[in-house]
């Protein structure tokens, strides 16, 4: 028995997908303890969109821990975060005509979604969140209560309330996808509470890759700017160029009124979140959402240099999007011969979907065998879903994607 059977709760979970034992790691690869490489197409389930030990954010990260530079810092200000701060501010909002206030609340998505129905609450002082089916928003109880997936929302062992779910764009297959919650929120007898927000991802990641049209998200901005309701885009795995811009909403040419980002934000795949407001909604008391671990000061370090070496200009950017092109255009030829199988996606989130779940399990778990990490999502575990660094090389690329195509016509074919 390993000690990781021995000690390490049931609660587990990766580990069971890919049993071995992680060594070192760097680019798009990681290594085992036994020296085998494995093609990296998870990137921490987006935490990792510039790679594994990113060479230019460790230099940043190095030279900050040995000249002491501040570790922990709660709220209190501090050169890392003042330099974070006029980043933002310079590289990101500036550019994009944004203007948001910052707030860093506990280091992890949840935290973030947490704290940004807390305030959408509190400055409209109503309780319902309309939420969308297929949601994911992490694993504390508010972030749950949005969160679709009945094996998640179980663990709770509360009664997950205040919530009131509406179809996600394709869900009704209809033509007006967004009819169900007009008509919700305009007739006074629907028995849906007038809401405080609605929370929503532009592409749901853990649901299963469903990617939301640009024209639904204008019309469902639209919608909430009508009547009165908060809009947030939850961009904790889409954010930070998944999709190819820097924030995964800039293609509907959307201005969510709350943006939630965590996992690639830190750079480096060190704790940190972000929630960003417009500034009427900053109605907070001081301290009144807070956590020990919001000043992760050496995570502000890397997120800067990140924001500087990526996103001072457009190169990152189209590099995604030639790469997202090209995964596209592989996948739409891998599915072609297999009628069960159908391909989605946008930038460099894809997902390759099984009518039969069971093939989607067996593809990750062959695909593991060859060398390449690479896991399922979706309500049945249906779809395997392709997260690759956005960093990766070309080569790269098509290695993975051949290993892919592989798999997939071992276990199909
Ligand atoms: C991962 C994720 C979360 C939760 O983040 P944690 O850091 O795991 O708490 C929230 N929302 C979305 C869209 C996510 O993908």
Redesign the pocket.
């Known amino acids: 028995m390993t000690v990781f059977e021995e000690l390490e709760s049931n609660v587990r979970g990766y580990c069971r997908s890919w049993p071995t034992v992680f060594d070192t790691a760097s680019g798009a690869w990681l290594r085992d303890e036994n020296g085998k490489d494995y093609l990296d197409f998870f990137a921490g389930?987006?935490?990792l969109n510039y790679g594994h030990n990113n060479p230019v954010l460790k230099r940043a990260l190095i030279d900050y821990l040995v000249g002491d530079g501040i570790t922990h810092g709660l709220d209190m200000s501090t050169v890392a975060k003042r330099r974070l701060l006029e980043t933002l501010r310079d590289t990101v909002f500036a550019p994009r005509g944004l203007d948001y206030k910052v707030q860093f609340p506990g280091?992890?998505?949840?935290?973030?979604?947490e704290a940004a129905l807390k305030l959408a609450r509190k400055v409209t002082g109503r309780q319902t969140i309309l939420n969308f089916t297929n949601?994911?928003?992490?694993?504390?109880l508010g972030?749950l209560s949005v969160t679709g997936n009945a094996a998640k929302r179980a663990g709770a062992g509360v009664p997950l309330v205040h919530v009131t779910p509406m179809p996600y764009d394709g869900y009704l297959d209809a033509a007006d996808e967004l009819g169900w919650m007009r008509r919700a929120l305009d007739d006074p007898s629907s028995g849906v509470d007038q809401p405080a927000a609605v929370i929503v991802?532009t592409v749901?990641?853990?649901g299963g890759v469903n990617v939301a049209r640009a024209e639904w998200l204008r019309q469902l901005a639209e919608l909430c700017v009508a009547r009165g309701v908060m809009l947030i885009v939850?961009?904790?795995?889409?954010g930070c160029g998944r999709t190819g811009p820097f924030f995964s909403f800039e293609v509907a040419g959307i201005t969510p009124d709350i943006v939630?980002l965590?996992?690639s934000i830190g750079g480096y795949g060190l704790?940190m979140?972000l929630v960003l407001f417009k500034p009427e909604l900053d109605q907070w008391a001081p301290g009144e959402h807070n956590g020990t671990f919001r000043g992760n000061n050496p995570a502000f370090v890397t997120a800067r240099v990140a924001l500087e070496h990526y996103w001072s200009d457009g190169a990152l950017q189209k590099a995604v999007l030639a790469k997202g092109e090209r995964t596209a255009q592989a996948l739409v030829e891998l599915v072609a011969p297999f009628p069960g199988l159908s391909t989605r996606g946008r930038g460099l989130v894809h997902g390759v979907v099984f009518e039969d779940a069971s093939h989607a399990v067996k593809v990750c778990q062959l695909a593991f065998e060859r060398g390449l990490l690479v896991e399922t999502s979706g309500s049945a575990d249906e779809v395997v879903k392709l997260l690759p660094p956005l960093t990766i090389t070309d080569d790269e690329l098509e290695r993975g994607l051949a290993l892919l195509v592989g798999a997939v016509e071992a276990i199909c074919g």
């Open positions: 389930a987006g935490a280091p992890t998505g949840a935290n973030a979604v949601a994911f928003h992490g694993m504390s972030a991802e749901q990641g853990e939850d961009d904790v795995q889409m939630t965590s996992k704790p979140a």
